[in-house]
């Protein structure tokens, strides 16, 4: 069983940078695709980023040149660093492994919060 933990969600200002992490516990993230989802108030959960076990990065349309994800299997923990902020980006955000065989094997964070707002 694979417990995420996510962290570094708060309040930033639009324009501004945030970076989340989601640490691994009970499981190797090298066998895992992870995944960086959101989900805003009275709207559905969506897939923000994604990085395979190859390293293959995916980025929603709204996001793309302004978040990144990465991956350090030394620490067993996922990244999504977020730069220029707009409110339209706050949301729970949460992470989410998935097995790259068995993919039954899927865990999920309990999220973090990320609100942008002046």
């Known amino acids: 069983q694979v417990q995420l933990v996510e962290s570094g969600g708060g309040l930033v200002q639009p324009g501004g940078s945030l970076r989340l992490s989601c640490a691994a516990s009970g499981g190797t993230l090298s066998f895992y695709h992870m995944g960086w989802y959101r989900q805003a108030a009275g709207k559905q959960r969506e897939l923000v980023a994604s990085?395979?076990?190859?390293?293959?990065?995916n980025y929603v349309d709204s996001v793309k040149g302004r978040f990144t994800i990465s991956s350090d299997n030394a620490k067993n923990t996922v990244y999504l660093e977020m730069n220029s902020l707009k409110p339209e980006d706050t949301a729970v955000y949460y992470c989410n492994a998935r097995h790259r065989f068995i993919t039954t094997r899927e865990y999920w964070g309990a999220g973090t919060q990320v609100t942008v707002s002046s």
């Open positions: 990085i395979t076990t190859g390293s293959i990065t």
